[in-house]
Every structure is written in structure tokens, then in C-alpha cells.
């Protein structure tokens, strides 16, 4: 009996009777694609030897591999080839996971996983804090779930992506206030990544205590 958890896989082979059912109280959802051909048992050694469950953790990538194979199904042309580079990925990823798992001190989402999610999104914000970017845009470009990664960012960072961006954001509109003069307030706002004036003004006041238009006259007196 195995009891499995989000971000597993189980294979099930050939000739053998096997149930499975979902929790009654917090049920799954699940892909599930059925193979079989002369790589077929090299397919299911991703698993390891003797193994049938697999933890990717929060990786997305198996399951959007697992898509990309069952869509390729429906399409006229091409289908099984399609098909099967999807179920191929996915297995990758599977059988990346099993590597990790048996390598000692490096456990799927352990620290130095966590950290180096971690200075990636930190890239992400800095690179892309003037688009409008979106953190369950991110997570899905990262392979990770909006709320893992805001919880192992928060634990790292003290704060959630979102503040942080928004924190980023006015800090680079305060140094626009004072380096050009040039530019309105609303444009400003705009080249922040906040196409709301107002907002970014409210948001201004809040973290510094004083509008856009005020700390701009505080510093150029006019």
C-alpha cells in the first residue's frame, strides 16, 4: 500500500491487478497515460529498480509534459511522436527526481533547492519589475505553485513575492522622482510597472510618508 501526495507519480505494469482511489475528504486530481513498445521497460526503469512511486515535489514540469503528450493525442497528424516526446520528458523529470532522492544530503526541495528558487525569482523581480508581470505567471515560468514559492520566499526574504515587488517598484519610482524632473508623475508610475497613478501615489505615502508630488519638491524645491 503506498499513500501518495501531491507531485507523485505511480507506475502501474503490465498483468498486475491494482486499485487506486481518492481521498474522501481532499481527492486528487490526476493525468495518466498508458504505453507500451520495445522502450517500454527502459521507459518504467525512471522509477528505479524494484520502485513504483516517484516524488517530483513541486515541480509542474512532469504533469506538463504528461499534457503535452495526451493533447499531441488528439491532434490527426503526427500524434504518436508528439506523444511520445511528451511521455519521454516526463519520465526525465521522474527519473531526475529518483537520482536526487538517492543521492545523501540532497533531498527534492531541500535548502539549497529553496535557495537557488530564491535568487532566481530575486533575478526575475529586478529584470522584470517594469512589465506587467504576474507572480502566477512566474511560478508557472519557475515549475513551482504560487504558494510554495511566496512560502520559501517569505521564509528566506521576510516578505511575500508580491510586497516585495510592489516595495521594489516604489523604490525605483523614488529614484525616478529625483532623477527626472523631466517625467510626470503618472508616466512615472507607468515606467514602474504600475498603470495606476493613484495607486502607485497611495502606495508612495504608505511606505514614505509623503505623496510623489512632495518628496519631489523636497528635493528639487519646486
Not at 533547492?113 to 511560478?139: K, W
Not at 493613484?198 to 519638491?217: I, K, T, V
Request: hydrophobic share 40%; with cysteine; net charge neutral.
Amino acid at each position: 500500500e503506498h499513500e501518495l501526495g501531491a507531485g507523485q507519480s505511480f507506475l502501474i505494469e503490465p498483468e498486475q491487478l491494482v486499485s487506486y482511489e481518492a481521498d474522501r475528504a481532499d481527492p486528487w486530481a490526476y493525468r495518466w497515460i498508458a504505453f507500451r513498445g520495445p522502450w517500454a521497460a527502459e521507459a518504467a526503469s525512471a522509477f528505479g529498480a524494484g520502485r513504483t512511486v516517484a516524488d517530483t515535489g513541486r515541480s509542474r514540469r512532469p504533469a506538463a509534459a504528461l499534457r503535452l503528450a495526451m493533447d499531441a493525442l488528439r491532434q490527426p497528424a503526427g500524434a504518436q511522436l508528439a506523444a511520445a516526446g511528451g511521455l519521454q520528458l516526463a519520465l526525465g523529470e521522474i527519473a531526475r527526481a529518483c537520482a536526487r532522492r538517492d543521492e545523501p544530503g540532497d533531498a527534492p526541495g531541500g535548502a539549497e533547492e529553496d535557495n537557488a528558487l530564491v535568487r532566481a525569482l530575486l533575478r526575475l523581480l529586478s529584470t522584470q519589475y517594469a512589465e506587467p508581470v504576474t507572480m502566477e505567471g512566474i511560478a508557472e515560468s519557475l515549475g513551482y505553485s504560487r504558494a510554495y514559492l511566496s512560502r520559501v520566499f517569505k521564509r528566506h526574504t521576510g516578505a511575500t513575492p508580491v510586497s516585495y515587488l510592489l516595495r521594489l517598484r516604489i523604490d525605483k519610482g523614488r529614484l525616478m522622482l529625483r532623477e527626472r524632473k523631466d517625467l510626470t508623475v503618472e508616466q512615472i508610475a507607468s515606467s514602474v510597472g504600475l498603470q495606476d497613478a493613484l495607486y502607485f501615489s497611495r502606495q508612495f505615502r504608505r511606505f514614505y510618508g509623503e505623496s510623489p508630488s512632495e518628496y519631489r519638491q523636497s528635493v528639487w524645491g519646486s
